[in-house]
């Protein structure tokens, strides 16, 4: 499975509608190297935003580990 931002819609998109979807990629061999990427999901809803991320937090996904910040 490959984390894209087709995933991230389907992943997060049953919470409520999407406004955007990004994966920020590597650019560099140091940002390769340390192997953490991150996108940002933004929601239409706040109240919605807020349930995807009480529920999706700390959930693995193709390996990785799902993090917020606020």
């Known amino acids: 499975m490959q984390v894209d931002e087709n995933f991230l819609l389907r992943t997060f998109g ?3 509608p999407i406004a955007s979807v990004k994966i920020m990629w ?3 061999d ?3 190297r340390r192997q953490r990427n991150c996108g940002f999901v933004a929601f239409m809803n706040r109240d ?4 995807a ?7 693995s996904c193709d390996f ?7």
């Open 14 to 16: 049953r919470f409520g």
């Open 26 to 28: 590597p650019r560099t």
């Open 30 to 32: 140091e940002e390769r």
């Open 48 to 51: 919605e935003a807020q349930a």
């Open 53 to 59: 991320r009480d529920e999706m937090q700390g959930v």
């Open 64 to 70: 990785m580990e799902l993090e917020h910040e606020t």
